[in-house]
Nanobody
Framework: QVQLVESGGGLVQPGGSLRLSCAASGSIFNSFRMGWYRQAPGKQRELVAR???????NYADAVKGRFAISRDNTKNTVTLQMNSLKPEDTAVYYC???????????WGQGTQVTVSS
């Protein structure tokens, strides 16, 4: 019912910035939660940032003050602004959406973020 497509990943030097975007299509939803997760090589998947339908945000401690999650005015995309990037931010970043009424969960295909000099 919902398709998620991420964009904006790439290679960036330490201290640089990237802006990830996740476009949702296929359904019109009222109550949902969207977020970004990441999985680094040899590590488990972890929450990066999450945005509820009511506007509440949740950030991993490692990215607080550096990353910001937001939704555009059409409410069909969610953005992750990543500043002051560090090598430990290197991971595949996945967009996630949960419909709160049906509890159905959707994932994007992932986009690679590499922070290296």
């Amino acid at each position: 019912q919902v398709q998620l497509v991420e964009s904006g990943g790439g290679l960036v030097q330490p201290g640089g910035s990237l802006r990830l975007s996740c476009a949702a299509s296929g359904s019109i939803f009222n109550s949902f939660r969207m977020g970004w997760y990441r999985q680094a090589p040899g590590k488990q998947r972890e929450l990066v940032a999450r945005l509820s339908s009511g506007g509440s945000t949740n950030y991993a401690d490692a990215v607080k003050g550096r990353f910001a999650i937001s939704r555009d005015n059409t409410k069909n995309t969610v953005t992750l602004q990543m500043n002051s990037l560090k090598p430990e931010d290197t991971a595949v970043y996945y967009c996630n959406l949960v419909e709160l009424t049906t509890r159905k969960e959707y994932w994007g295909q992932g986009t690679q973020v590499t922070v290296s000099s």
